[in-house]
């Protein structure tokens, strides 16, 4: 299992309220998430790995999730 590229962590909540549909423990709301999520892609973007910036440009966020939690994860259409 290839492990998870250093500075991701970061992702997971936001993803993880969207793909669930429910406000995190810590409070985040899914409209936070996606404005979240969507100033990381425009900010950081270049730095991801492009599997993971393929999943967020389309808002493939249960794709997203599950290559943050399994980076050795294949790509599927």
């Known amino acids: 299992m290839a492990s998870r590229p250093p500075g991701l962590s ?7 309220v969207i793909v669930e549909g429910r406000p995190s423990s810590g409070g985040m709301s899914l409209t936070t998430a996606i404005g979240y999520l969507d100033n ?10 492009a599997d993971l910036r ?6 493939s966020y249960a794709k997203a999730l599950a290559w943050v939690r399994n980076p050795g ?3 599927t259409p």
């Open 54 to 59: 393929h999943y967020l440009e389309r808002r």
């Open 73 to 75: 994860m294949r790509h």
């Open 10 to 16: 970061h992702l997971i909540e936001p993803l993880t």
């Open 40 to 49: 990381q892609l425009r900010t950081r973007g270049e730095s991801y790995p």
